[in-house]
T-cell receptor
């Protein structure tokens, strides 16, 4: 079954610094990959979705992610962190033929002023 | 509103009581999912509906958990004889079809005393 692993349960950056949140998928190439963001006491909001159409995916709020087959990775980046980016970020992959999602353990992003 | 709506937002129950959690998906969305999110973890799949048909309930942790979507719209997740380990946030998500991005509600935070 497909799975994703997020390295680093907590990441702390200074405001204005580069954000890099790591996600690796299991060996077989998935048809889709997702990044979601969760603010406190809220549900998950879709940041971006990878399909096979493009390896570099741009999402909302200035985030983007690059699919790298050679590294089985789909890391999330943002050039300049903002205080409002502080939240929990989840990488996810369809568990089977496109139905339920399997989520990584999440990475809590903290942004220091 | 146009998003997924869940009620109640918070539910406190005594161990042994039955609870019912409601999900109003986005109008017209065929697929509906329930996830359980324990504190500090990623969501885990519980069950999946396509219209009124429950196509996958492999994630339900025990026979105390029951979900329905009788008219292919609103869904209810019922937990009988609640236990302390049932304390979690229960998230509902809907999508236009399977393979489409899932839109999440804000969840119901269930606390079992």
């Amino acid at each position: 079954a497909q799975s994703v692993t997020q390295l680093g349960s907590h990441v702390s950056v200074s405001e204005g610094a580069l954000v890099l949140l790591r996600c690796n998928y299991s060996s077989s190439v998935p048809p889709y990959l997702f990044w979601y963001v969760q603010y406190p006491n809220q549900g998950l909001q879709l940041l971006l979705k990878y399909t096979s159409a493009a390896t570099l995916v741009k999402g909302i709020n200035g985030f983007e992610a690059e699919f790298k087959k050679s590294e089985t990775s789909f890391h999330l980046t943002k050039p300049s962190a903002h205080m409002s980016d502080a939240a929990e970020y989840f990488c996810a992959v369809p568990a089977n033929a496109g139905n339920m999602l399997t989520f990584g353990g999440g990475t809590r992003l903290m942004v220091k002023p | 509103g146009a998003g997924v709506s869940q009620s109640p937002r918070y539910k406190v129950a005594k161990r042994g009581q039955d609870v019912a959690l409601r999900c109003d998906p986005i109008s017209g969305h065929v697929s509906l999912f329930w996830y359980q999110q324990a504190l500090g973890q990623g969501p885990e799949f519980l069950t999946y509906f396509q219209n009124e048909a429950q196509l996958d309930k492999s994630g339900l942790p025990s026979d105390r958990f029951f979900a329905e979507r009788p008219e292919g719209s609103v869904s209810t997740l019922k937990i009988q004889r609640t236990q302390q380990e049932d304390s979690a946030v229960y998230l509902c998500a809907s999508s236009l079809h399977s393979h489409q991005p899932q839109h999440f509600g804000d969840g119901t935070r269930l606390s079992i005393l």
